[in-house]
Every structure is written in C-alpha cells, then in structure tokens.
C-alpha cells in the first residue's frame, strides 16, 4: 500500500501563502500515477474533510470553500502531490493530509496555522 508522508505548514497571517507537499512510498509507490490522490483538512473540534482532489488524468476538483485559491496537482515522476494556497484565511487552519481517495493509512499530517 501507499504511504504519505505530508510538509510545508507553517504559520501564514491571512492572505498569505503556502505550498504543502506529499511524498508517497511504500510498496505499489511505482504506482503512484494510477490513483486518485487527495488533500484533507481537520479543523480543530470538527472531522476531517476532502478539499482537493486530482486523479491519474490531471483532471482536479475541490471543495467549495477553497474554489480558486487552492491547486492540486502531482509530478509523478518523483511520486510527489502538491497543493498550493494561496490567499488564506482563518477558517483554512487545520492539520491538512494527503492519501488516496478513498483513504487508505493516515500519515502525520500537517499543520497549517492562518493567523494575524
């Protein structure tokens, strides 16, 4: 199975900017093109939920808050997804993690902190 293992939070004020960063291992990882990769936020006291996904074709979706501030995309090659925000707010804070979709093992996550 794939694991992931996620980078890049950090504490941004609002409007800011971050990239995060999935690297995935594991046995199958030579699979990595095939699957639909997604990123998941858990916001403090509330469940975790898919805000952007990105299958084998490039083709992406997203939830409707992040809707033209977020981008997911992926380089296979290096087995790698990426999500870019970009004018953050308050409400993006969360621990954000990537996985397949439907999720298989979670990895740490990371934390991203929108703060003034």
């Known amino acids: 199975q794939l694991e992931f293992v996620e980078s890049g939070g950090g504490l941004v004020q609002p409007g800011g900017s971050l990239r995060l960063s999935c690297a995935a291992s594991g046995s199958i990882f030579s699979l990595f093109s095939i699957y639909t990769i997604a990123w998941y936020r858990q916001a403090p006291e509330k469940e975790r939920e898919l805000v952007a996904r990105?299958?084998?074709?490039?083709?992406?979706t997203y939830v409707d808050s992040v809707k033209g501030r977020f981008t997911v995309f992926r380089d296979n090659a290096k087995n790698t997804a990426y999500l870019q925000m970009n004018s953050l707010k308050p409400e993006d804070t969360g621990v954000y993690y990537c996985?397949?979709?439907?999720?298989?093992?979670w990895g740490q996550g990371t934390q991203v902190t929108v703060s003034s």
């Open positions: 990105i299958i084998h074709s490039g083709r992406t």
């Open positions: 996985n397949l979709d439907p999720p298989g093992k």
